[in-house]
């Protein structure tokens, strides 16, 4: 399943967790960021999850129960994975597997990205300053 890009010319930028975003007036490390969107997913986003996916028509109601009423379902649903049955063509049964839903934050422009460190200007010669007086004293 290809992921969904925000336009056909969005190029994510590499982030580490000391890089710092800003939102209007408010500032945060990419680090703090991240651990404030893993812990959003809680039970109540895990419980609307599931009812969005029950309105456009995946059912997975049977194990909505055992899921929404463990210790921490947006856990298993985000992290560990829902045990289910995978069959592809070429394969000759069903197969059990793990279905979870990962979610990335990404940060790009709708330009490439420019070099981060300047280019390097060509060394200057010792000889730079003696052809700089040959030029004006030839003006």
């Not at 975003?21 to 809680?42: I, N, Q, S």
């Not at 298993?76 to 592809?88: A, M, Q, S, V, Y």
């Amino acid at each position: 399943m290809k992921a969904i890009d925000m336009t056909d010319e969005f190029n994510p930028i590499d982030l580490c967790d000391e890089d710092v975003l800003l939102f209007g007036d408010d500032t945060f490390k990419v680090g703090k960021f991240k651990e404030a969107l893993k812990k959003v997913w809680d039970r109540e986003l895990a419980y609307n999850f599931w009812n969005q996916l029950n309105h456009q028509g995946v059912k997975i109601d049977k194990i909505l129960d055992e899921y929404l009423h463990s210790p921490e379902p947006a856990s298993r649903l985000f992290n560990e994975g829902i045990d289910c049955e995978l069959l592809k063509p070429g394969y000759p049964s069903w197969r059990k597997v793990k279905f979870r839903i990962k979610v990335t934050l990404e940060v790009g422009t709708d330009a490439p990205e420019p070099s981060e460190l300047p280019e390097p200007s060509a060394p200057k010669s010792p000889l730079d300053d003696i052809r700089r007086m040959i030029k004006e004293e030839n003006q």
